[in-house]
């Protein structure tokens, strides 16, 4: 039997093995120590007779199990083995070693994850993926987008349809309030002007999030521009990553980063048209009045989460904050702001022709520079949900990590991550 053990790293090996009537203790292979309670590990059993392994869902009878207090009364791993054994006075289960380790989030500390997020400002090389290698390269692209926040992707066929069949690869699109999952932005569409002036417009458009209004705003955003005519100045797009500046907040003012991460900023949207084409009878199911309470800066603990700023949907604040606090927070909004327009900070590019890009609508911004008189320009996009791109991420980490699927049924997004990085 091969060690498989021998493939692992240190971390996910067990060194030694104990247990009492109500905890299993794990040392593992580089030190460190796992105390599992009996019931919480009656509660994780992964076996056929508790477990659907076609649905991986429990079964009805697990409550009934979890809820009776039996003591652990043996405990064995053999050397080389990945899972090991634990039985109790009515039942014996296995349990994956690996798995085991990644649920003990008070070690987690310093291992290895798929990926470490890269903060980036004006110096950043925008990362690339051939359209015609989309397929062989969907790992790479997938860390790329994950790590940095921003992809382009060169050689697509300007149209939607060869857009639409890259993002499939991650999942479906967002439905968007309007008749078509695609908007249409074009220089020369006076309706789309009158409708969304700041974006459809040619002046300057400042850095910004998209659909911040919405209670969980679209994750991922595309841009593809599929006609590009500027004979006399071009228009250069922007991209900035919010973390950064963030992160350079939180460490040049805290004050500032504790006002716009703790108070809630009202962002709303209310419209009564569409911006596509459809029969006049039909505009009423597109309106939209909607609005969402939260702060700029959204935290996961200590760890920034989300980052959104559109200041020309912001809707007020809340009442509830005194009139100094309002004048700090706005202090610190506009210092933002000021930020994201720094030349340091900045990405800049040109989108031509077959231009598409994939952006991190949680944490990059995008904004361009005005729109020359005598430039034609047609730029199209669609967005993919938080629940979509988190989906394939999570999919893609668990099959990385190599463990059968009841092991990955359930597991925390950095349990996947540890997970799969656990081989040598």
């Known amino acids: 039997v091969p060690d498989k053990m021998a493939m692992l790293r240190a971390p996910f090996t067990v060194r030694a093995l104990s247990h009492c009537k109500n905890f299993l203790r794990v040392t593992w292979g580089d030190g460190a120590e796992s105390a599992f309670p009996s019931m919480w590990l009656r509660a994780s059993v992964r076996d056929d007779k508790y477990f659907d392994m076609g649905s991986w869902n429990y079964k009805d009878k697990h409550l009934d199990f979890v809820v009776k207090e039996s003591p652990i009364v043996h405990s064995e791993h053999v050397n080389g083995a990945e899972d090991l054994r634990v039985h109790w006075e009515d039942h014996k289960s296995a349990f994956n070693t690996s798995w085991l380790r990644a649920q003990d989030t008070s070690i987690s500390s310093g291992l290895p994850l798929a990926y470490e997020r890269t903060t980036w400002g004006s110096e950043l090389e925008i990362p690339v ?5 989309r397929e062989a390269d969907f790992e790479t692209w997938m860390m790329d987008l994950r790590k940095f926040g921003l992809l382009k992707v060169e050689g697509c066929p300007p149209n939607t349809k060869a857009a639409e069949d890259f993002m499939h690869m991650i999942g479906p699109l967002l439905r968007r309030r309007h008749p078509t999952d695609w908007w249409f932005l074009e220089s020369a569409s006076a309706r789309s002007v009158a409708l969304e002036p700041y974006s459809y417009g040619r002046a300057a458009l400042g850095v910004h999030t998209d659909i911040a ?47 716009l991460s703790s108070t809630n900023i009202r962002f709303a949207r209310r419209r009564l048209g569409t911006l596509d084409p459809c029969d006049p009878a039909d505009v009423h199911r597109y309106e939209l009045d909607t609005y969402v309470d939260t702060p700029i800066i959204v935290m996961n603990g200590e760890q920034i989460e989300r980052v959104q700023f559109r200041f020309f949907k ?38 031509k022709t077959g231009s598409l890009f994939l952006i991190d609508n949680w944490r990059a911004g995008h904004g361009r520079t005005d729109v020359h008189s005598s430039t034609s320009r047609s730029l199209t996009g669609c967005y993919v949900s938080n629940e979509t791109w988190n989906s394939r991420w999570r999919l893609l980490t668990g099959k990385l990590s190599g463990l059968e699927d009841q092991w990955l049924y359930g597991c925390s997004d950095e349990a996947l991550e540890i997970l799969s990085q656990r081989k040598l």
């Open 129 to 133: 993926c051939d359209y015609s290698r």
């Open 314 to 351: 912001h809707g007020g604040i809340p009442m509830g904050y005194d009139n100094q606090h309002l004048v700090k927070f706005y202090r610190a909004y506009k210092t933002f702001l000021s930020m994201t327009e720094d030349p340091k900070n900045e990405c800049r590019t040109v989108l």
């Open 213 to 259: 209004y919405r209670p969980s705003p679209a994750r991922l955003a595309n841009f593809l521009m599929t006609h590009y005519s500027a004979p006399v100045e071009d228009t250069i797009n922007t991209f900035v990553d919010g973390f950064k500046v963030a992160n350079d907040l939180r460490r040049e003012d805290p004050e500032a980063f504790h006002l």
